[in-house]
């Protein structure tokens, strides 16, 4: 099967598990369970998970899955399914209108992520790409900014949910780039950051100690609009590697500069 059919596949399955999403969103009887003190999971967030797993195993029974609420299938075939099922549960929860579901699959044998979809229910915004195909939203082709300088630049990050001293809190990341940029926004969804940094409505975002499932499906998307994306040294990037730094490309070496040795 061709990526430009995963990728069609992957978008239908995510407009349907945001389905599942609207309908747990500020409902009364969505239940929300901790995973540790700062880590919440509701039922909502499973049963999307139980969803997206049993279509991709149905339609793909050969590719391996691995999905963040503990769905999991390794065989370790070309193609694997990183599956969040939902993004920004900690908004979600709180009733704050952003997250997202994100589908990537990677191929172990190109070391790349080949297809990414990501679907924001609230706002109706379906961001989708595969390898060497180009990003859409909505159908409609995207592109990364051209702002040349990170001085007039529009930045996005996050900080880990762990709070464990062994991992980066991304306070002197934070710190250097606050100066020296327009702004930097924090909403939550690392999907959602890299969505939008594909689509020109961020110059670039970077954040420490993320999942695969975070990162795999927006990383194509914002290489398909035209940007890059890399680790925090500038080294290449793949999901299993828990940091990203992704840009225009233009900014790119300035982030990196301030970043790659925090
Ligand atoms: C979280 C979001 C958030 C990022 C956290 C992630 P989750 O995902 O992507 O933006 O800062 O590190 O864990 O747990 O809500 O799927
Ligand atoms: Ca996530
Ligand atoms: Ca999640």
New binding site residues.
Partial sequence: MFMEDIRHFAEAIAKEAGGILLSGFRAHDTQISYKSAT?IVTNIDKESEEFLVAEVAKKFPRHDIIA?EGGERNSKSDLVWYI?P?????NFAHGIPFFCVSLGVFSRRLQKVVVGVVYDPVHNELFSAHHKGGAYLNGVPIHVSKIEHLIGSLLAT????NRSSECKDNLEEFSKLAPVSMGIRRI????L?LCYTACGRFDGYW?P???PW?MAAGAVIVEEAGGTVTRYNGGLFVPEYPEIVATNGRIHEEVVRYIANS
């Fill in positions: 880590d963040e969040d939902l993004d920004a549960t900690n996050g900080f880990p949910v939550g969804s690392a999907a950051d954040e100690e993320l999942k975070d």
